[in-house]
């Protein structure tokens, strides 16, 4: 009977089979899940809401000034708790330090030299920094006794545009709507020292007690004037 035999032969191997089972693969570790919060960003300040904000006026100047030389003066400096504004042209300013744009070939009423300086002394660029001109005082308006100075924040709206600018220069006593090549050509205003330039629909928002560090640092007033702005247009008088 040798398939008997065999059979039998078998069946006694497989009972000396080790029974211990086979080792699974190593499962792999799950990292618990961290939950970090998102930072938030408010959305930037629209110019409809600064235009809102600015719409009615309350005269802080004694009087009203030109958009330019000969022109009838109707234009008055407004103020809130927290802003100084007003609404109208604006002619180029090119002085400040020389560069490609700005000299006196472009200008020929070029002049070196701005009221306030870099922080290394130097006058500012009026092609590469975006500021604003405001009037030198006199007896129609100080914008010093207002919390403005050089380095002050503005908020230069034009159409649906916001461009965040210093206080840069100083200009004729009775004249207003001046800002630098520079804001110009970041509102898409032809920035030509005499063939630039708009009209009108221009408002410039001066913000009280603030000011850019360093007045060159444009990033620096960026910040500064969208955190104003907020609080410009959400305060109730």
Known sequence: MRVQSLTLAAASAALLVPTTPLATPAQPRTQPVVWRPVAWREAPVSAADLLARARDCAPVSRGRYRSDN????KIPVCGTR???FWKA??????DGRPGPRCNRRTDPYFAASTAYSQSDGRPLSA????????PAPSRIWDYRDHGVGGGSVVAVVYRDQVQYAVVGDTGPQGVIGEASYATAEALGIRPHPLRGGTTSGVTYIVFKNTRASPIEDHAAAVTKGERAARRFVDASE
Do not use: N, T, Y
């Open 127 to 134: 092609e590469r920094l975006p500021f604003i001109v405001v």
């Open 82 to 84: 927290d802003a100084v």
């Open 89 to 94: 042209d604006m002619d180029i300013d090119c």
């Open 70 to 73: 000969g022109a009838s003066a």
